[in-house]
């Protein structure tokens, strides 16, 4: 019987995170940003795995999670180091199962992109993000690897793939590329294909800046 496949997407507390934006979008702009990447990744995997789950970093997190019907996982108290809520998380939903990891800031990830990475055969799969991130890690099972996301995290994935004799392969798409983390990136998102949320508010960010900047 074929494994199962999940897709965890960790989610920090929307207005929060993304401490970078604050310079040009107040806290309530970035809780819509984040509600509407979150909203767009979802609808990217959907179809394409048996399972989404949020990771959810707090109350926030979590009601934008299951305000679009996901299932919450909560992180543990006090928890704020990705890679231990990662591994809390795929132990929850099943280590047996194959595991994909997607960030929930991916507004240019389309369902192709998920079925290039869901179709290549290995045992471990890696879709570089920007300046060496990982923007998906898939693991067949779960347990094959850890996680070790954080600065050059695609290295360190297909170091740790090679170390445990398992068969790593790089997938090379736009749509786990490019994440948003600043005021650059977002104004870049004016030029490119969204998802339908991330595009449809957009240009209200883009207008109305909470700060010059």
Do not use: Y
């Not at 736009?174 to 595009?199: C, K």
């Amino acid at each position: 019987m074929p494994r199962r496949i999940v897709a965890i997407v960790p989610l920090r507390a929307p207005g929060v995170g993304k401490t970078r934006l604050a310079a040009a979008l107040d806290r309530d702009q970035r809780a819509i940003l984040a509600g509407a990447m979150l909203h767009d990744v979802a609808f990217a995997l959907d179809g394409s795995v048996d399972e989404i789950v949020v990771a959810a970093g707090g109350a926030a997190a979590a009601a934008a999670a299951a305000a679009i019907g996901l299932r919450v996982i909560h992180d543990g108290p006090g928890q704020h180091d990705l890679n231990r809520v990662l591994t809390d998380a795929t132990r929850t939903v099943g280590a047996a199962h194959d595991v994909l990891v997607v960030p929930a800031d991916l507004p240019r990830l389309t369902g192709q992109d998920v079925e290039v990475v869901l179709g290549t055969d290995a045992e471990v799969v890696i879709a570089p993000a920007n300046a060496g991130g990982t923007g998906a890690l898939l693991r067949r099972p779960g347990d094959r690897i850890g996680t070790r996301f954080g600065p050059a995290s695609a290295n360190r994935h297909r170091e740790l793939a090679l170390a445990c004799g398992a068969r790593p392969a790089t997938v090379e798409r736009d749509g786990f590329r490019h994440d948003v983390d600043t005021w650059t990136d977002l104004v870049a998102l004016h030029e490119v294909e969204l998802g339908s949320a991330t595009a449809s508010i957009l240009p209200a960010l883009l207008g109305r800046p909470a700060h010059a900047g």
